[in-house]
């Protein structure tokens, strides 16, 4: 029964990409997933451990995005496609329209932010080694200022629009310049209520690249740039939308509660939180060092106090299940280790005619839906953050609702 829920509950992803945040938190699905990527822990490690031997010409690449330059990369895109035009026609033993497509579809703007996933498993260092950032409800966008325009697009890679600004690049008077000489690259959520770049990131400033930077100078330089130029937080004919970089914060018990507790920064509603690990580089793509979570769910995953008017918020029904008893526990070091078995429920398993690989028994240790207690009955426990512990884990309960999900910008 359990493989069965679990192949009708994997058929229904919209995306292979652990925790992606398009679908719904992993502890709101009814049955917990089967997964052969590691814990989410496990893949933070590895992340840390591959960006140091990780070495990438970010210079050269905020460049290119800056100029619209692919020339190089087009020869190189064509060459492979037709290389494999040729395999596919010496294999194939039938007559089959062949792919034209070529470099002039491909979408280098694709995959140029870093995106987060749902935070599923409490990082032990979570106090210590990240950071919160507040986000307002809006759409997720790559700005790119360079001789002398301003270029808005999606988090797919299509174009939005075009306008002057004062950020380094964007101004009338640096059309003449050379490409090289000032360009800016940001990561933003735009709110079309009060026409603002709400700056969550900064990847290059006046041609300096930073992707190879940790997050906390990242983000002290973003504060220091934008400071020195305070037009770019007022709206004028040579500014039309407003850039307001948005504020972080630790994540030690104490300053999560002060944070919620404070007026937002922002004259928006509150889409969600993203937690931001200290070391991690600017990251194309999904990346497990950064987290996101909706306002509704802090008081379950981290035991953090919010406003009544978050709670109000919270989709009908939608509830995080506790962790199952038969999880793995993790401990200071890192390491995965057996619970208490104390605390494990007593069951016993049923043999058919006291042989085994009855059906109580079923080889994996697991049960029948028959045995187990019913979801209905298990209290759910209140989840106080410790930061020695990472006891959070994936749950039952009911779904919820996906547009809520689909529309926010982790």
Partial sequence: MDDLAAAFSGAFNVTNTPNSTAAEHPRLTQYKLKSDKGSQEERRRIHLENQKKKRQDFANHARRLAADDWKGLEDDVE????????????????????????????????????????????????????????CPTGKRTLVIASQGKTVVYNKGGYFINTFPSHLPGGASKDRRRSV??????????????????????????NGHPIYDSETEFRFYWLHTKFSEE???????????????????????????????????????????????????????????????????????????????????????????????????????????TQGNKKDKPNRTKQHSGGKKGGKGDRKSGRHSMDTEEPVDQVKSPVFKFDPSSSKQQNGNSLKEDKKEVMDGVG
């Fill in 230 to 336: 305070p037009r770019l937080a007022s709206q004028s004919k040579l500014n039309p939308f407003m850039f307001v970089p948005l504020p972080s914060c630790p994540c030690d018990a104490s300053s999560l509660a002060e944070t919620m507790s404070k007026p937002l920064p922002f004259q928006v509603p509150l889409d969600g939180v993203l937690f931001y690990h200290k070391r991690t580089h600017y990251t194309l793509g999904s990346t497990p060092l950064v987290g996101w979570l909706k306002p509704w769910m802090l008081p379950d995953m981290l035991g953090v106090p919010v406003p009544e008017s978050i709670i109000a918020n919270k989709p009908p029904g939608a509830k995080l299940r506790p962790p199952s008893p038969n999880d793995m526990d993790t401990d200071n070091t890192g390491k995965k």
């Fill in 79 to 134: 060459e492979e496609e037709e290389d494999k035009d040729t395999t596919e026609k010496m294999e194939s033993t039938t007559t089959r329209p062949r792919s034209r497509r070529r470099h002039r579809d491909k979408n280098y703007y694709k995959d140029q932010l870093m995106m987060s996933e749902w935070l599923v498993d409490i990082p032990i260092d979570l106090s210590m080694e990240w950071v919160m950032v507040l």
């Fill in 180 to 205: 090289d000489d000032r360009y800016t690259i940001l990561d933003c959520i735009y709110s079309e209520v009060t026409r603002t770049f709400f700056v969550l990131d900064i990847m290059c400033w």
